[in-house]
C-alpha cells in the first residue's frame, strides 16, 4: 500500500509563525494567538499542496538530555522563549488534537529525533515521508521516500526539497550532511564544528574526501591555517558531528497504518476554533471535509426585504424607535447609462430595507438627518449624500452631518488595534465575530450581508472596546471627528492656478539648469531618475567613496548624497534637483488637474492610517508640502483663502509634544523651565551645558533643541550624532547630562517601557492605545524599535489626541456662534481657516481658548496665531 504521511515539526513552526505574525492577535480571553493563527496558515497551505493521506505533529519535550550531556553548551546561548509564545503551545496541542492529528512528545528528545525515527518507519512499510521543517538539520534525512518541506519566505511559501535538491543547494548529498554540520558548526545551536571552516570549505573537503573520516585520512594533503585547524579540533569536529545526528530508533507508540487525514470531526473543529475565534483558519480546516462553518447559517439569516412605501416607513419606524440601522452600499463594478447608481441595504431589527440610486441616497439622508446607524466607513457613505465638492448639492446640512448618530465600524477596529493594515467587514468579523461572511452573488445581496453584519459588529465592538478600555477614545474623540472631517472635506481648499503656473517655469528651468550643471561635472549625459545611473557616475566615473550597499547596489539616498557633498560638488546639486523635481511633479503640476468643480482641491483625512492616532491626508496630502525650503514654502503661497475679503489664518500649538513630556515626567525642572516662560532650548542648553543662560550661544541651543526633540522620539546616542554630525561619544555625554539635569524624565520614560513590555501596548493620556510586539521580539534591531515607540506614542499619541478633541470643539463652535470661518485643514498641530476680515480676532480668541483649554497640564499649551493672505503668510 502507497501512503503519504506528514510530520511537522511544530516547535520549528510555531516560531517562525510567532516571528512572522506580528500583528497582535489574542482571543477572548486575551490568550496570544498569533502563532497559532500563523501555524494554521501554514498548515492549511501545505495540506492544500501536498494533500497527505496522514499528518502527525512532533514537539520538543524538555531539555535534549543526551546531547547536553555530550555537549554542556549545546542551545545554552538560546534565550528563554517569550512569554507568548510558550502559552501558545498547548493552544495548537488542543487545535491538532481537535483535527485528529497525533502528537508526538517524547522527554528528553527534539522534535528532529521524531521525525528522524517516523521518516525511518516510513521507509520501512514504503511510506512516503513529508518532514515540515524549518531547521536545515532534516536534509540529513532526505531519501527517495523521504523529503524535506520547508518555508522559503514569510509562512506560506514553501519549497519541497529531496536529495537532488539537497546536493544542489549545499554541494553535498544527504548522507554527507551530518559531516557537513560537523565541519562547519551550527551558533544558532552552539555546536562548535572547525574553526575557520564555513559552508563553501565544508563542501569543498566534502567533495574532494567524501566523508570527515577521509578529511582525516588526507589531512596531509592539507596544508596552513587550515590544517593546523582541523588537526587540532579533531575531537570536537566529530563531536558536532554526533551531536548534529538525528536519531531515528527512538521508541513510542505510533500506528502509521491506520493514520489518515482528514478524519476529524467538524463539531470538535468548530467547537475547538471557536474558542480562540479562529474564524477564517476554521473554514479552511472545515473544508477539508466539505463543511461549512456554522456561523453563516446562524449568524446571517437575513431579515424579510422591503422596498418602496413600505421600505421608507419602515426606515421612519427605526429612526423614531432609536433602533441602530446597519447601513452598506455597494456600487457597480462598471458604471453605465443603464444602472442607477448604487445599491443600498438599510437593516434594522425586523426588516431589511432594499433601494437603488436616488432613493437610497434619498432614505441615506432621512437616516443620517434622524436615526442611529451602523457603517464600515461612515465618512465615505456620508459623502454619498453631502459631496466633497460643494458645486453638488447636498441632501443634508453642515449642522445635521456633525450631530450625525453614527457608529464608525472601521474606526472602532483601528481603535481596538492600529497595527492592522486595513479595516473590512471580513477582518473584523474575524477579529470579532469570530465568524466570516458568507458568499453573496449579486450587489443586493451584498449590501444585504454587510449591513447585516454592521448591526451584529456594531454590538461586539462596543462591548470590545469597553473591555478594552479605549471606549472613551473612541466615542468621545474619534467619532465625533467622523462629521467633522466630512465638513471639512466639503469646504476643501483654494488654490492660486496663475501663481502655480509661474512657479512652475520657474521650476522647470531651475530643474533645467540643474541638470545642465550635474552633466557638466559628470562629463556625460545619464538618466538622473536612476539609482543604478547615478551610482555609476558617482562611484565608478567620479571616484567617491560608496558609503553603503543595498540589494540593488550602492545607495544614492539623501543621507548618502548629503555625506558626499561634503567632498564634491555634483551630489549636492542632485539633492536639489530631487526637490525641485518632486515638489513640481507633486504639487505644481497636479495640484490644479485635482481641483474639483467647485474650483477647490478637496484632500481626504484619513484616521485610521497611522499607529499613533494622528490624522493623516491623501489625494492630495497636504501634510507633507516641505516647509523647511524656501521652495517648499512657496507652495504654501498659492493656498489662498476661500473667498474674496477674507484671510488664511493658522494656528499651532507651540512645542506640544515637549510640554506633553514635561507633564507626563513630572520632571520639577522641565516643568519649571515651561512655566517660567523662558525659552526652552535655552534652559536646556545652559543646564546641560553648564553655562549661565545668557550665555548660551545659538550654536549650543540649537544642540539642546536637537537633545530636546531626540528625548521625545527615543532617539540614542547614534541617531543624535547623526543629526548633529557629531561623534558618537559626545552625543552619548550629551543624552546623560540631559538625563542628569531631568532626572524625572529617566525615571518616566523607563517606567513608561516597562509598563509596554509588560502589558504589551503603550497608552496616551486618554487611553488611546499602541499596540507594539516588538517588545517582545529576540532580534535586538526590532526590539529597540519597540523601546523607541513606547517611549514616544505617549506624548505624540497624546498630542493627536489633544488636536482631535479641540477640532471637534471648534467646530462645534463654529455653528453655534455663527461664525463665517471655516476650517480647511488640518496639519498634525496646526489648524487653518479662511476667515472674514471682520472676523479675525474674534476667531483668533476663539481658537486659541479651545486649544489652549482642552486639556489641564502641569505646564501651559501654548498656541501661535497668525493670519494673512496666503497660507505661507499665515505662519
Not at 456662534?817 to 479662511?834: P, R, T
Amino acid at each position: 500500500m502507497s501512503k503519504k504521511i506528514a510530520v511537522i515539526d511544530g516547535n520549528s513552526l510555531m516560531h517562525r509563525a510567532y516571528h512572522a505574525v506580528q500583528t497582535p492577535m489574542t482571543a477572548k480571553d486575551g490568550t496570544p494567538t498569533n502563532a497559532v493563527f500563523g501555524f494554521l496558515s501554514m498548515f492549511c497551505k501545505f495540506i492544500e499542496i501536498a494533500e497527505p493521506d496522514a499528518v502527525v505533529c512532533a514537539f520538543d519535550a524538555g531539555k535534549p538530555v543526551h546531547r547536553i550531556k555530550a555537549l554542556e553548551q549545546y542551545k545554552a546561548q538560546r534565550p528563554p522563549m517569550d512569554d507568548d509564545l510558550r502559552v501558545q503551545f498547548p493552544v495548537m496541542e488542543e487545535l491538532l488534537a481537535a483535527m485528529a492529528v497525533p502528537v508526538v512528545k517524547v522527554p528528553g528528545w527534539e522534535g528532529d529525533d521524531i521525525l528522524g525515527t517516523i521518516a525511518a518507519r516510513d521507509e520501512a512499510l514504503g511510506f512516503e515521508t513529508l518532514l515540515v521543517t524549518g531547521d536545515k538539520d532534516a536534509y540529513q534525512l532526505a531519501t527517495d521516500l523521504t523529503r524535506i518541506v520547508t518555508t522559503k519566505k514569510g509562512i506560506t511559501d514553501i519549497t519541497v526539497n529531496g536529495p537532488a535538491e539537497v546536493e544542489e543547494r549545499y554541494g553535498v548529498t544527504p548522507a554527507q550532511f551530518i559531516d557537513y554540520l560537523g565541519l562547519m558548526g551550527d551558533s544558532s545551536d552552539n555546536i562548535p564544528g572547525v574553526p575557520g571552516i564555513g559552508p563553501k570549505t565544508a563542501t569543498k573537503l566534502l567533495q574532494a574526501y567524501g566523508s570527515m573520516e577521509g578529511i582525516y585520512e588526507h589531512i596531509g594533503e592539507l596544508r596552513g591555517k587550515q590544517r593546523e585547524n582541523l588537526e587540532n579540533s579533531r575531537e570536537m569536529a566529530f563531536l558536532s558531528r554526533e551531536i548534529a545526528t538525528i536519531v531515528r530508533d527512538l521508541d513510542f507508540p505510533l500506528d502509521l497504518e491506520g493514520a489518515a487525514f482528514p478524519a476529524f470531526d467538524a463539531a470538535d473543529v468548530e467547537e475547538a476554533f471557536g474558542k480562540y475565534q479562529l474564524a477564517s483558519p476554521l473554514a479552511r480546516v472545515l473544508s477539508m471535509i466539505d463543511a461549512e462553518p456554522p456561523s453563516r447559517e446562524i449568524e446571517f439569516t437575513l431579515a424579510p426585504a422591503l422596498e418602496g412605501a413600505d421600505g421608507a416607513a419602515e426606515i421612519e419606524r427605526a429612526c423614531a424607535a432609536g433602533e441602530v440601522i446597519g447601513v452598506a452600499f455597494v456600487d457597480p463594478e462598471q458604471v453605465s447609462l443603464f444602472n442607477d447608481g448604487a445599491t443600498a441595504a438599510f437593516v434594522t431589527g425586523s426588516a431589511r430595507v432594499m433601494a437603488e440610486g436616488e432613493r437610497a441616497l434619498d432614505l441615506f439622508a432621512s437616516i443620517v438627518r434622524e436615526g442611529t446607524f451602523c457603517a464600515l466607513d461612515v465618512k465615505a457613505d456620508v459623502h454619498r449624500v453631502y459631496p466633497v465638492d460643494t458645486a453638488e448639492a447636498a441632501r443634508v446640512t453642515d449642522e445635521e452631518v456633525l450631530a450625525m448618530a453614527g457608529f464608525d465600524l472601521g474606526l472602532a477596529g483601528y481603535v481596538l488595534n492600529s497595527s492592522t493594515s486595513a479595516y473590512t467587514y471580513d477582518s473584523l468579523m474575524e477579529s470579532v465575530a469570530g465568524a466570516t461572511l458568507p458568499a453573496a452573488e449579486t450587489d443586493g445581496e451584498r449590501a444585504a450581508v454587510r449591513a447585516t453584519a454592521a448591526r451584529m459588529l456594531q454590538g461586539l465592538l462596543e462591548e470590545a472596546l469597553r473591555r478594552d478600555g479605549t471606549w472613551e477614545a473612541y466615542a468621545d474623540i474619534d467619532l465625533p471627528l467622523v462629521g467633522v472631517l466630512a465638513c471639512m472635506e466639503r469646504v476643501g481648499a483654494a488654490i492660486d492656478v496663475p501663481r502655480l503656473e509661474e512657479l512652475g517655469r520657474a521650476a522647470q528651468a531651475e530643474v533645467d539648469d540643474l541638470t545642465a550643471q550635474i552633466y557638466e561635472l559628470a562629463g556625460e549625459t545619464f538618466n538622473l531618475s536612476s539609482p543604478k545611473q547615478l551610482a555609476h557616475i558617482l562611484f565608478e566615473v567620479l571616484e567617491l567613496p560608496a558609503k553603503k550597499k543595498n540589494q540593488r547596489g550602492y545607495s544614492t539616498d539623501a543621507k548618502v548624497l548629503t555625506e558626499l557633498s561634503a567632498i564634491h560638488p555634483l551630489p549636492d546639486l542632485v539633492l536639489r534637483y530631487r526637490e525641485f523635481s518632486k515638489i513640481k511633479n507633486t504639487y505644481i503640476d497636479a495640484l490644479p488637474r485635482m481641483r474639483a468643480a467647485d474650483g477647490r482641491v478637496h484632500t481626504q483625512f484619513n484616521e485610521t492610517v497611522t499607529t499613533t492616532g494622528r490624522l493623516s491626508s491623501s489625494d492630495p496630502n497636504l501634510q507633507n508640502i516641505p516647509v523647511r525650503t524656501d521652495f517648499g514654502r512657496q507652495i504654501r503661497s498659492c493656498f489662498v483663502p476661500l473667498r474674496e475679503g477674507e484671510l488664511f489664518l493658522s494656528a499651532d500649538y507651540s512645542q506640544i509634544e515637549l510640554r506633553l513630556l514635561a507633564h507626563l515626567s513630572a520632571d520639577e525642572h522641565l516643568v519649571a523651565a515651561f512655566n517660567s516662560g523662558a525659552d526652552l532650548h535655552t534652559s536646556t542648553a545652559a543646564r546641560v551645558f553648564g553655562v549661565a543662560p545668557e550665555d548660551v550661544t545659538p550654536a549650543l541651543r540649537s544642540r539642546a533643541k536637537a537633545v530636546n526633540f531626540g528625548i521625545v522620539y527615543g532617539q540614542q546616542a547614534f541617531g543624535l550624532s547623526q543629526t548633529l554630525e557629531i561623534p558618537m561619544a559626545e552625543a552619548r555625554d550629551m543624552i546623560d547630562r540631559y538625563f542628569e539635569v531631568y532626572p524625572g524624565v529617566r525615571a518616566y520614560l523607563d517606567e513608561t517601557v516597562r509598563e509596554a513590555k509588560e502589558n504589551g501596548f503603550a497608552e496616551t493620556m486618554f487611553g488611546r492605545k499602541r499596540h507594539i510586539p516588538e517588545l517582545r521580539s529576540t532580534n535586538r534591531q526590532q526590539r529597540s524599535f519597540g523601546e523607541r515607540t513606547a517611549m514616544n506614542h505617549p506624548m505624540q499619541g497624546t498630542a493627536a489626541d489633544i488636536i482631535k478633541m479641540a477640532m471637534n470643539e471648534v467646530q462645534r463652535r463654529l455653528l453655534a456662534e455663527g461664525f463665517a470661518a471655516q476650517l480647511m485643514i488640518q496639519v498634525h498641530d496646526e489648524l487653518d481657516f479662511s476667515v472674514p476680515a471682520d472676523e479675525v480676532e474674534r476667531l483668533s480668541a476663539m481658537v486659541r481658548e479651545v486649544m489652549e483649554s482642552v486639556a489641564d497640564l502641569r505646564v501651559p499649551l501654548l498656541v501661535d496665531v497668525n493670519w494673512g493672505p496666503t497660507w505661507a503668510e499665515a505662519h
